[in-house]
């Protein structure tokens, strides 16, 4: 994931936290705004609580890695919010649990319905 591909200000994770929505499951917490590009920028959060920096570090990069090979549609700042029970969560867990945030937001590719479209149609 290159750099033009990461939210690395601090500005950027503000702005979707103030503008974004979320949607949370029991591993990953998922907020989500639109950002007018043609392309997703995500960012990456493992607080203290996860545990120790090996843990923190080893859960960012399984969420980056699925996160990269996670088809989605363009134009959204996405941050991913590893909660308590990731860092003992496999790899296909914390696939399933994105892919499922990412399905319930309507950001997954494939999405016959997308969320700033269903706003229009009302």
């Known amino acids: 994931m290159g750099k033009e591909e990461r939210l690395r200000k601090s500005a950027d994770f503000a702005r979707v936290r103030e503008d974004g929505k979320t949607w949370a499951c029991g591993l990953v917490l998922l907020k989500a705004a639109p950002n007018g590009l043609e392309r997703n920028r995500y960012g990456f959060v493992a607080g203290k609580r996860i545990g120790n920096a090996v843990a923190?570090?080893?859960?960012?990069?399984?969420?980056?890695?699925?996160?990269?090979?996670?088809?989605?549609?363009?134009?959204?700042?996405?941050?991913?919010?590893?909660?308590?029970?990731?860092?003992?969560?496999?790899?296909?867990?914390?696939?399933?649990?994105?892919?499922?945030?990412?399905?319930?937001?309507?950001?997954?590719?494939g999405n016959s319905r997308i969320e700033g479209a269903s706003r229009a149609n009302e």
Request: charged residues 35%; aromatic residues 2%.
């Open 56 to 109: 923190r570090n080893r859960v960012k990069r399984l969420l980056r890695e699925i996160a990269r090979a996670t088809p989605t549609v363009s134009g959204w700042d996405i941050v991913l919010i590893a909660r308590g029970g990731s860092a003992k969560a496999d790899h296909r867990r914390l696939r399933e649990a994105v892919r499922g945030l990412l399905g319930r937001a309507r950001i997954l590719a």
